[in-house]
């Protein structure tokens, strides 16, 4: 997708077996609780979180209560693989919605809340489970690494409109995916191979109703919604010399249903199919062992969700079929030294965007957000980084962009 790559790793690693407890409390009511615990054996890592936040929120409807927990148990299997299970637990029972402010009203009373949101009573309640396990085999020139997951989310929301404006939303989300990494070294010259492909289903039962001042009033839409997604790619990295040439190309294709099952007017189903081919290639030059120049180019697309592909504009069932899939293509120059107690990053880039997603209102649904495909954007930027380890433990970093 346009946005690259986000990467979070979560704190799984001690020594030794722990328990920590922290204890939060602050204005507007604000209590966050926390504990941790972490214990090990020869082979198996147990990492237990909770926490519990709640605060009434600085201004008025904006208080909101969170409870979670989370799981996380890491096994060595083997002296070249290792098997992790994850498990996480999300209950909001209430998060209420203050909404925008003119600058007219925030000069006024800055912690007011927005009229129409406290007239309809605005906020979202949310329960969701999720679980995963992932496999890793590292054994010489070979990688292999798979993963499968299940996620379960109950969503109700009131939104500040009559027609639709409150929202009931049950998902079941699961998948699976593997990549196999291999790699050759000869004498003069060194390739790495990378295989792979992600497999993912989304089921929602999606319902709406009319929003009578915070009550649930008649059903206006009842419709079962399906995402179908397979990506397959392979990817390739030949060094020769100082050069270092990168290459792939990455296939998705994507199923979007709608079941229309509020027939009282018309059936609305209807279906969107979603194909794109994506190559990449990048050069880089090492002018010396810690230090390189760099080109790269690469195309991405991004679908629409369905929950943008639900909002239809003309106020019926289904799809939005006019939406589109958003497109872009990437170029970067860039310059990278990493030495011991240096790093210096500097890129160059433009991205160009096409169909771009948008969101718009209507008059006759105010308060109500749609979508569109609007035009393209053309984005031009620079980006420096530079880490300086200046003496013993004392360490400077800048950036710039």
Do not use: C
Request: net charge neutral.
């Amino acid at each position: 997708a346009s946005g690259g790559v986000i990467s979070i790793s979560t704190f799984d690693k001690f020594e030794r077996d722990y328990f920590q407890a922290r204890s939060t409390v602050g204005s507007f009511d604000m209590k966050n609780y926390q504990f941790t615990a972490g214990v090990k054996s020869d082979k198996t890592r147990y990492h237990l979180h909770g926490n519990i936040l709640a605060s009434d929120g600085y201004r008025r409807q904006s208080g909101f209560e969170n409870y979670t927990l989370n799981l996380n148990i890491s096994h060595q299997a083997s002296e070249w693989s290792e098997l992790s299970f994850i498990l996480n637990y999300l209950d909001s029972p209430f998060a209420r919605d203050a909404g925008g402010l003119t600058l007219d009203e925030v000069q006024q009373d800055r912690r007011q809340a927005r009229d129409r949101n406290v007239s309809f009573q605005t906020e979202e309640e949310i329960d969701q489970f999720k679980t995963g396990v992932r496999f890793e085999y590292i054994k010489k020139a070979i990688k292999l690494k798979s993963y499968a997951f299940y996620s379960h989310r109950n969503f109700r929301g009131l939104l500040p409109f009559e027609f639709g404006g409150i929202v009931s939303l049950d998902r079941d989300y699961f998948g699976t995916g593997a990549s196999l990494t291999w790699r050759q070294v000869g004498n003069e010259a060194s390739n790495t191979v990378q295989f792979g492909y992600d497999l993912g289903f989304q089921n929602d039962q999606r319902q709406r109703f009319r929003n009578e001042q915070g009550t649930q009033g008649d059903q206006t839409l009842d419709q079962e919604e399906r995402f179908r997604s397979f990506g397959l790619y392979v990817l390739d990295q030949l060094q020769i010399g100082q050069f270092l040439l990168r290459g792939g190309v990455r296939m998705d294709t994507n199923l979007l249903k709608a079941k229309d099952q509020f027939l009282s007017n018309g059936d609305d189903s209807g279906s969107i199919d979603l194909f794109s081919l994506n190559p990449s290639i990048g050069v880089s030059y090492f002018l010396r062992k810690d230090m390189r120049v760099f080109a790269t180019i690469g195309s991405n697309f991004e679908t629409p969700t369905l929950s943008e592909l639900s909002a239809n504009p003309d106020g019926s069932g289904g799809f939005n079929e006019n939406l589109e899939a958003q497109r872009s293509i990437n170029y970067e120059l860039g310059y990278k030294l990493q030495k011991t107690k240096t790093q210096i990053d500097l890129s160059v880039f433009y991205i160009k965007t096409s169909n771009d997603l948008v969101p718009f209102e209507l008059e006759a649904f105010p308060g109500r957000t749609f979508f569109r495909n609007a035009g393209s954007s053309d984005r031009l930027g620079l980006e420096f980084y530079w880490r300086q380890h200046l003496w013993k433990q004392l360490t400077m970093r800048m950036s710039y962009s």
